[in-house]
């Protein structure tokens, strides 16, 4: 049995269970214990190496825990994560779109024979604990998640690290290295493809918490609607919670108000995330509204979860292999070779039909 059983068993990531099962902080007791649980269960015993070991010990089945803690700048790098922020939650390696980064990450430093280190600073006490190193040493190869930092949080950072590589966002006029989506690509494929088949009234549900990736979402998405002289509506644009994957009680209000008022739906929505489609497929079915028969939606990241909400989900792929892997190389490449020209990579997306959208001609009338 491996390290990757006991994350599926217990529901969570390789992450997770490596906070366990090095009694590390950074989950819930709750979850330590289901995590320690399951493995006495399944009489998993964890055996605490570097990423990378052995290949033989790997051909016996015995697990690879992912260190935490302080550790040598030449042979580790630190995943360094800023939470209660924006949409990076607490307990951030649960939600779907980074576990599946983490997961990727894990699995390039393996085979590159890097140790793997986690670190949790606390937005609250963001300048004091980055100051304080942050869970890394100066000279340390460290991998930042961008998703929710702004321009000021990440020179900071960058001011106090010597390697640094930021993940999922990029500001271009900044002096740093960075992998991140391209944003603007994906969603102008979303409002050309809504556009070609036929929608004229297009809605748009934004996240409530503003980052730089739905920024440029938005932008993206606008463009390609203006280019088919099509506008939404103000009353068209709502907002919610990005983070939670039921219902919504705040999009259930915004939807009725629209129709109490005696004006119909748009035909289509675009939602900047998945985490947002998804809520909206389960708010709208509440309100009798059938997804895409009465309005189609699109989302955007293509996490696991949009192929198991009904209907299946029609988003935008968003390659977190690709990215992560491209984030450890970039970060190992610029350590082992002393690089001194910085780097900036967005990661072209792909566009994924499934159930939830059909054309203007398809949809009831």
């Not at 280190?117 to 890394?136: L, P, R, T, Y």
């Not at 100066?138 to 590589?165: C, E, P, W």
């Not at 503003?210 to 390609?224: D, M, Q, T, V, Y």
């Amino acid at each position: 049995m491996k390290m990757e059983d006991i994350a599926r068993m217990a529901n969570v990531s390789k992450a997770a269970v490596s906070l366990a099962f090095n009694g590390k902080p950074g989950i819930g007791q709750e979850t330590r214990d289901r995590i320690l649980q399951i493995a006495a269960e399944a009489g998993y015993t964890p055996k605490i190496r570097a990423a990378g070991a052995r290949k033989e010990e790997e051909e016996q089945g015995e697990g690879t825990i992912i260190g935490f803690g302080a550790a040598g700048p030449s042979s580790s790098l630190v995943f360094l994560v800023v939470t209660n922020s924006g949409i990076v939650l607490e307990e951030y390696y649960q939600q779907p779109f980074f576990q599946e980064l983490i997961q990727c990450i894990e699995e390039r430093c393996r085979q590159k024979g890097y140790r793997l280190f986690f670190s949790k600073v606390d937005m609250e006490s963001f300048e004091e604990e980055i100051h304080g190193d942050g869970g890394a040493s100066r000279h340390q190869g460290v991998i930042v998640l961008g998703t929710n930092l702004s321009r000021k949080q990440i020179h900071y950072i960058h001011q106090h690290f010597t390697n640094v590589v930021v993940l999922d966002t990029c500001y271009e006029e900044m002096p740093v290295q960075f992998v991140g989506i391209n944003n603007m690509m994906g969603a102008y494929q979303a409002g050309t493809f809504l556009c070609e088949s036929g929608h004229t009234s297009i809605g748009y549900i934004a996240s409530s918490v503003r980052i730089h990736n739905f920024e440029e979402r938005e932008r993206g998405f606008l463009s390609a609607l203006a280019e088919f002289d099509i506008q939404v509506a103000p009353e068209h644009r709502l907002s919610v919670a990005p983070t939670i994957l039921t219902s919504q009680e705040a999009l259930k209000q915004q939807l009725s108000s629209i129709l109490d008022n005696g004006k119909s739906l748009p035909t289509a929505w675009f939602c900047e995330c998945d985490y947002i489609a998804i809520s909206a497929i389960k708010t709208m079915s509440e309100l009798g509204i059938r997804v895409p028969e009465d309005t189609s939606i699109i989302g955007f990241d293509n996490i696991k979860e949009s192929v198991i909400v009904s209907p299946e989900l029609t988003t935008i792929h968003v390659d977190k292999e690709r990215m992560a892997f491209l984030a450890v190389d970039m970060l190992s490449d610029w350590m082992e070779q002393e690089l001194s020209v910085k780097t900036k990579i967005k990661v072209d997306t792909t566009f994924v039909e499934r159930k939830s959208c059909i054309g203007r001609a398809a949809q009831r009338t």
